[in-house]
T-cell receptor
Framework: AQKVTQAQTEISVVEKEDVTLDCVYE???????LFWYKQPPSGELVFLIR??????QNEISGRYSWNFQKSTSSFNFTITASQVVDSAVYFC????????????FGKGTMLLVSP | GAGVSQSPSNKVTEKGKDVELRCDPI?????LYWYRQSLGQGLEFLIY????????KSGLPSDRFSAERTGGSVSTLTIQRTQQEDSAVYLC????????????????FGPGTRLTVL
């Protein structure tokens, strides 16, 4: 069975603060893929990143960075110098190599960035 | 190019009525997914189509839910005898065939259909 836990339901920050969104996963597969999606108020999910379980290098893309820690089954997402446009619901998702054919999503973290 | 489109964007229906939700995937995408997003919940997988293979229906919550994909393109999700608990946003996504066995490609999501059952 696969499971993704995003313990933070809602986070509120002030613009320019750094913020980290937590994601913890469970899977029996030794090969798996982790994703982050952003869902702005418009509703359409936007793909942010995909990582495979063999690549534990942290990744940085502009103000976004991801910290993959296999030892703790976590794939956390940090936004540096947050902006109002970052306000959205962020979903972490998992797909194992076997069995289930699609992604298992966490319940999402709503990020509110105020000016 | 055009993204995933869904229609209608909003649907209000009465309990007990049937509804049909439509999804037009990105041209050339062989995989198509339906998800349900209830208020305050994550995305719940419903059904998955991949090419000409039999669909994975493991996520459908009851036999009132069904989906088909005609000609490997457009898909219709049908909910019969709707109940109030069916109220949710129904999201469709599509993706290309994986380049390597088992590697999941990025899923592109449509804007969703907000279903309200009174």
């Amino acid at each position: 069975a696969q499971k993704v836990t995003q313990a933070q339901t809602e986070i509120s920050v002030v613009e320019k603060e750094d913020v980290t969104l937590d994601c913890v996963y469970e899977t029996r597969d030794t090969t798996y893929y982790l994703f982050w999606y952003k869902q702005p108020p418009s509703g359409e999910l936007v793909f942010l990143i995909r990582r495979n379980s063999f690549d534990e290098q942290n990744e940085i893309s502009g103000r976004y960075s991801w910290n993959f820690q296999k030892s703790t089954s976590s794939f956390n997402f940090t936004i540096t110098a947050s902006q109002v446009v970052d306000s959205a619901v962020y979903f972490c998702a998992l797909k194992g190599i076997s069995g289930y054919s699609t992604l298992t999503f966490g319940k999402g973290t709503m990020l509110l960035v105020s000016p | 190019g055009a993204g995933v489109s869904q229609s209608p964007s909003n649907k209000v229906t009465e309990k007990g009525k049937d509804v049909e939700l439509r999804c037009d995937p990105i041209s050339g995408h062989t995989a198509l997914y339906w998800y349900r997003q209830s208020l305050g919940q994550g995305l719940e997988f419903l059904i998955y189509f991949q090419g000409n293979s039999a669909p994975d229906k493991s996520g459908l919550p009851s036999d009132r839910f069904s989906a088909e994909r005609t000609g490997g393109s457009v898909s219709t999700l049908t909910i019969q005898r709707t109940q109030q608990e069916d109220s949710a946003v129904y999201l469709c996504a599509s993706s290309r065939m994986g380049g390597s066995a088992g590697v999941p490609n990025e899923q592109f999501f449509g804007p969703g259909t907000r279903l309200t059952v009174l």
